[in-house]
């Protein structure tokens, strides 16, 4: 394996790459999304600065189900994040995210700093419930429940899109050889390519339990602001640098 071999590899490990070079497309990625207003003590000490908390102390939890993703495969994601502000521009912060599969799992930390670690969330309809769950080490830490398809927003579609398309940011942090950091950035990006096949708002409920390995229930539950599901296709381009913590 010679320098331009390596250097035009997509992933580690180079004899058997984990993902190929994106951007990637997803199609079809189910979501249930459950905003509600947090602890802003909590929230400050899980925000970077110099990223601000926006008005309202929102948080959210979300479920993913990915059936169809290049590179990637057939997954499902949980996680939360934290509604804020980036120079005054709304944006969204991942805090932390659970999934049961190792390509997006490496890709996210190791492209644009997704805060993934392995875990085993579930979005299913029960009967007329959309139903979320996240297991770790065999423990529920979270349940989000949604009234499924009460009011569709089919007339706010291109609103819908819009919002998915707004700043996202995550704290990418990679170690050198000595256990001193090398990478230490906030990194930006859009979603691009949206099409929105369906949306739908409705009441809703979230239960997270405390867990030191798997700490959703740090961002604690104050009010739930509702819910929102929707099912959509997109492209995840590369990221941009935000702010270097190492310049």
Not at 111 to 132: A, S
Not at 209 to 222: F, S, W
Not at 233 to 238: E, N
């Amino acid at each position: 394996m010679n320098r331009d071999e390596i250097l035009s590899a997509s992933s580690m490990p180079l004899f058997s790459p984990s993902y190929p070079r994106g951007p990637y497309r997803f199609m079809r990625r189910e979501y249930l999304i459950i905003t509600y207003e947090s602890d802003p003590e909590a929230i400050r000490r899980a925000l970077p600065e110099p990223l601000e908390p926006a008005p309202g102390n929102l948080c959210f939890y979300e479920w993913m189900k990915m059936p169809d993703s290049s590179g990637f495969g057939d997954y499902e994601e949980s996680g939360t994040g934290i509604v804020a502000q980036w120079n005054g521009e709304p944006c969204n912060f991942s805090v932390q995210m659970y999934l049961d599969d190792e390509p997006p799992i490496t890709a996210g930390r190791e492209i644009w700093g997704f805060p993934k670690k392995y875990g085993v969330p579930r979005l299913k309809v029960q009967k007329d419930t959309l139903t979320g769950t996240l297991h770790y080490d065999e423990e529920r830490v979270a349940m989000g429940t949604m009234t499924y398809k009460h009011h569709s927003l089919a007339d706010r579609l291109d609103e819908v899109a819009k919002g998915i398309g707004k700043l996202n940011v995550n704290l990418k942090f990679i170690p050198d050889v000595d256990g001193g950091p090398k990478v230490a950035q906030l990194v930006g990006y859009n979603l691009t390519d949206i099409h929105v096949h369906g949306a739908w708002d409705g009441p809703a409920r979230l239960h997270l339990t405390p867990h030191v390995n798997c700490r959703v229930a740090d961002l604690p539950v104050r009010r739930i602001v509702g819910g929102r599901h929707q099912v959509v296709d997109f492209t995840l381009p590369f990221g941009r640098v935000l702010h270097d913590y190492l310049a």
